[in-house]
């Protein structure tokens, strides 16, 4: 079972990766074979079709995305999870560029897949805590912490392998300082603008 489930993630690594760089349609499952150093078959063994296989990616790195994320989070879990959250960034580049080249299609790709517009990135649990916490500002500090987080993503995919150049360890920093000092909590767990 082990080297079943290492053949099958091996295989979405490799599409992952190629469907980043040359796109959904511009990737055959005759290249991710070849680069994965298996047999064209194979790959459908594990996979209805090459959408499934793109679907099945899109759930997996949402899912590893969002396992810090539940409805019961506390500003302070946010707060917490933004460091987790930024490192994911540098550890999952290819997902991330892969999610955003899809994202930026109008979401056509996403129906034809079978997913809702909310399924990959139930944001409304965060929005949720955000109206308890900031009441008529809530979408205002929601799209300000949106902005940030998605600078930051788009900054380390296009800048992140040429630290010389663009330091990203300090824009974490700073980013994270700034996030910080903006929502202090107090005992309450209430934010102090």
């Not at 987790?84 to 999952?92: A, R, S």
């Not at 580049?93 to 930026?104: E, P, Q, S, W």
């Not at 990959?120 to 912490?145: D, H, R, S, T």
Request: charged share 25%; net charge neutral.
């Amino acid at each position: 079972m082990a080297i079943r489930a290492e053949k099958k993630q091996l295989i979405m690594d490799m599409a992952m990766r190629l469907f980043a760089e040359n796109g959904f349609e511009g990737t055959s499952t005759a290249s991710i074979a070849k680069h994965a150093g298996i047999s064209h078959g194979l790959i459908f063994k594990y996979f209805e079709s090459k959408d499934d296989l793109l679907r099945q990616i899109l759930i997996s790195g949402s899912k590893r995305f969002l396992e810090n994320l539940f409805p019961e989070m506390t500003m302070n879990d946010l707060l917490t999870n933004m460091d987790n959250y930024l490192d994911y960034i540098g550890e999952n580049k290819h997902f991330l560029k892969l999610y955003y080249t899809l994202a930026l299609q109008q979401l056509k790709v996403m129906r034809n897949l079978g997913f809702s517009e909310n399924e990959l990135i139930p944001m409304q649990y965060v929005m949720n805590l955000f109206k308890k916490q900031f009441g008529k500002k809530a979408l205002e500090e929601f799209l300000l912490l949106s902005a940030i987080s998605e600078g930051f993503t788009i900054l380390s995919l296009l800048f992140g392998d040429q630290q010389d150049l663009f330091p990203i360890d300090t824009l974490k920093s700073v980013v994270l300082k700034f996030i910080r000092e903006r929502y202090l909590l107090n005992e309450n767990s209430s934010i102090v603008l």
